[in-house]
């Protein structure tokens, strides 16, 4: 049976309407207006209605980037939305008028990277994407890893340099500060010395082979190498999947990420060492994950 | 039913039969001769027939400090014992006459915590032992976590300063290189400028109040407590158990360690915060932990 599949972003609502084997039938979306949370509801129903009028997919999957409890009910904050111990699931269910499962947007995509994308077939996988942040995803012997207060797999907190950059969860030297999306454009903005760069504007000067855009992207690649590194030694994945904006630069990024990775990797050359792929599903990769969450265990939570 | 449970350590291989509440009912324990394998599996029947003549308590769990595979049949590798590539569980079967479950020692110990100790009721266990290194072990939803290859929850070897000290597994700057009891010990020798110092005259030092002792042991918690800061954004474990010998110095230990801890706790006042605490059941987690796993699932591996 389909499923219906809502990723809430920073900047973009987008739904789509998934089948049982991951492919996208429908899609849509909606801006997000961050500022009026009541806003966002309204654009989800609107989105559900577009896409489902009849109501038919049962379920609504709905991911957020947001630090969820362990049922899935209550928001207890959101980075980009003014969400505070918010009932999230109660609103939404209202305003839907049939059931939600709510997931975290990382996990929701590495959930559907798990089931239809790079992460197929892996006994334990570790999902890690680099965009504005870095988020991450822990599926281990096909079950979402969400911890004791719902928010497992927060990866890119975990620390790489002591002491360092300030994060905004208010600790120092996180992964993400060196190895997101926004980490790579402050630095390839610095060593090019061109504060107006754009996402495009240093594709293309890798793509030139820049070796200044090219240094940007090792030290990055670098610091996401030791940051698995030292995840691998908690959940131990055999795969180990690469996403977000960054990931366009495709298998590249693998390749540098898993050089750094290996030089660092505790206990090498006497254990089995994780595969590093990039993720196939890009950003549809949330509403697939969360539409297929919602077909598989529609009622967690009380 | 009563189980029997072993666990092969550096310098000791102890066993214990164990009732269904988790307490000894008796045991026993041979030296460790590390040089000979054969003389391991040997000194383990001999155990075992000791304790269960009769072989009434049928499969019998095995605790031993190695890397092992998913299947819990093969050891990768042990760093004190010469085992390569070894076909521990074939070896144990046909030594005992008997079916055998294998675990890793501090994965071991960690779920005779769940079970019977301090970490009881935990929905996600984070348990970490300061002893010769940093061992580690997860548990979350009633289920022990062994990751992909089999070697999830070596916490000791997540990396707290980059480029730091050398550790045994190839790497630098490893969490067990600073919160050991090893590495207390080392510091603790420095700081009281005596190469002599034995665990039990640090011990003495710290309750006579001695300001460098104190110095040594908030140092190596606030590694701990850095450690765990990283650790959480991981799994996110509502309870944090930790063991090993330098656990004896009881109570204190979890508050330092919380303190430094909370202090690089990411998105703190957010979110709920892990409880910390000792463990309860000292040297006997392993054999306990392992006859437990042996009651409870006798049947994994092909």
Redesign the interface.
Known sequence: VNALGIDIGGTTIAGALVDAGGAILESSARPTTATRPEGIIEAVADLVAELDPEGSAGTVGVAVAA?LD?TRSNV??SPNISW?DFPLRQALTEALSRPVRIENDANAAGWGEFRFGAGRG????MMLTMGTGVG?A?V??G?L??????????????????GGRP?G???RG?LEQYASGTALMRIARDYLEDPGLTPDGLARALEAGDPRAMKAFVEVCDAMG?GI???V???????VVIGGGVAKAGPILATLIQQHFES?????????V?AMRVATLGNTAGVIGAADLARISPTLGP
Chains 1, 2 share one sequence.
Do not use: M, W
């Open positions: 630090f362990r207890f904050f505070v892996a006994q334990s996988l991450g822990l281990d012997e079950r890893i969400i911890g004791g207060f719902g928010s497992a797999g927060e990866l890119g907190h975990i620390v790489i340099e002591p994060c969860c208010g600790n996180c030791r590194a030292s995840l030694s908690v959940t131990d994945p055999d795969v660092h990797y505790p206990a090498g050359g006497k254990r089995p994780a």
